[in-house]
Nanobody, 123 residues
Framework: QVQLVESGGGAVQAGDSLRLSCVVS????????MGWFRQDPGKEREFVAV????????FYADSVKGRFTISRDDAKNTVYLDMNSLRPEDTAVYYC????????????????WGQGTQVTVSS
């Protein structure tokens, strides 16, 4: 059974940085494209960033481009999201997902999800 566990969320001030981590177990990590999404209560899950299975390609939502960086460490079965220059509008629960197919910005394409980690940015 594939499990994803996120960590690293917290409450910060605008302009601060955070690093989110997502550890994958129970599957072949190097087979998955890995994505980060976020969700506010009552809203749909929103794409943030994705890295392909080899780490050679990344893709970002316009709202985070230039501020967030996604990376993966296959030796640790871990995907990271480095978030800089955080803004109040970045406040959400952040989820990582594993996609056996192509790197996708659509939540419905993902095969496995973590439980989420809360990020709160105050002004």
């Amino acid at each position: 059974q594939v499990q994803l566990v996120e960590s690293g969320g917290g409450a910060v001030q605008a302009g601060d940085s955070l690093r989110l981590s997502c550890v994958v177990s129970g599957g072949t990590f190097s087979s998955y494209a890995m994505g980060w999404f976020r969700q506010d209560p009552g809203k749909e899950r929103e794409f943030v960033a994705v890295v392909n299975w080899s780490g050679s390609n990344t893709f970002y939502a316009d709202s985070v481009k230039g501020r967030f960086t996604i990376s993966r460490d296959d030796a640790k079965n871990t995907v990271y999201l480095d978030m800089n220059s955080l803004r109040p509008e970045d406040t959400a629960v952040y989820y990582c997902g594993a996609d056996l197919g192509r790197s996708s910005p659509w939540p419905s394409d993902y095969d496995y999800w973590g439980q989420g980690t809360q990020v709160t940015v105050s002004s």
